[in-house]
């Protein structure tokens, strides 16, 4: 009796034995290829980008990271097109399509506001200079004409209005930096 048991127990593990395995082999691709509906884009520059807030303007963009979206499969590079779109406080990227070896199909997908900021071309230590050179250069004419000559504070007091001036009239625009990853969701 004993001998039987033994027999059918080897008889009924070995089957068993294959099916865990191959479940086993099976689960490791389900997690490598997990769904996913953020995708981490960059965009195809290598210098810095401005946009106009209140401007469309069309972009492609590449995946930075391999990911799978609505069961295709994107690997690292593959280009995105859409736009980025006007939104209160700056632009937001719309994709439209996706376009991997030599096929394209619809994506839709957006990104959360990238915000808009004052031009740092505008606001940077050379523009600053630049316009306190300016605003010097007007306080000194100022006093010369209106006043008992050019003084040291005709000239500071210019340079200082022209720093001013020039940091509130600057630009607001939305920067890209290289490599700036862009979080779209996937709808």
């Known amino acids: 009796m004993k001998i ?6 080897s008889l009924l593990t070995i089957p068993v034995a294959p099916l865990v395995l191959s479940d086993i082999a099976s ?49 690292k590079g593959t280009v995105i097109n859409g736009r980025l779109e006007p939104v209160e406080g700056g632009l937001r990227y719309v994709a439209d399509d996706i376009e ?9 997908a957006n990104s959360d506001v990238l915000h808009d900021v004052k031009d740092p071309r ?3 230590a050379g523009s600053i200079a630049g316009d ?18 050019i003084g040291l504070g005709e000239v500071l007091g ?9 940091n ?3 630009q607001r625009i ?3 930096e290289p490599g700036e990853s862009i979080i779209l969701q996937a709808q």
């Open 174 to 176: 939305v920067v890209i």
């Open 100 to 108: 991997a070896g030599g096929f394209r199909t619809l994506l839709s």
């Open 158 to 166: 210019g340079a200082a209005a022209g720093v001013v001036v020039g």
């Open 27 to 75: 689960a490791a691709p389900i997690e490598q290829t997990k769904q996913a509906t953020l995708i981490q884009v960059v965009a195809q520059s290598d210098e810095t980008l401005y946009f106009n807030p209140d401007t469309i303007y069309e972009l492609p963009v590449v995946t930075d990271v391999p990911v799978v979206v609505n069961g295709l499969n994107l690997p």
């Open 4 to 9: 039987r048991n033994l027999a059918l127990l």
């Open 168 to 170: 509130v009239t600057a």
């Open 122 to 124: 505008e606001t940077s």
């Open 132 to 149: 306190a050179a300016i605003g010097a250069a007007g306080g000194a004419v100022l006093g010369a004409i209106l006043g008992d000559g």
